[in-house]
């Protein structure tokens, strides 16, 4: 029953003060200890966030920029073989097999 809202039949009962009775969605009425319940709480009113100005949070961001800047170069520096062609390197010129060169093997 958390977080459901109920019709609220009376405010006193013949268990004491600590109950109040309510109509639950089907029609039937419950006794409900009134701690189970809202009614003693007070509203919650609406917490204040300090504010903070532009002013305080671009020297925040451009932190975080160059902080960011500096772990990409770091990481392209780390891991050169990522940072060009996916291909297998070339064979080079004395590793290759020529028609001339396997006829004379």
């Known amino acids: 029953m958390f977080g459901q809202q109920l019709t609220l039949l009376s405010l006193t009962c013949g268990r004491g003060p600590a109950f109040v009775a309510v109509a639950l969605p089907d029609g039937r009425r419950r006794l409900l200890r009134r701690t189970a319940t809202d009614l003693d709480r007070p509203l919650a009113l609406p917490v204040a ?55 004379r093997a």
């Open 49 to 103: 966030l300090p504010r903070i100005s532009a002013r305080a949070l671009l020297p925040l961001a451009r932190h975080i920029r160059s902080m960011l800047a500096a772990s990409n170069t770091e990481a392209l520096h780390a891991n050169p073989s990522r940072s060009g062609s996916s291909a297998p390197p070339a064979a080079t010129a004395t590793s290759a097999a020529t028609p001339a060169a396997l006829g």
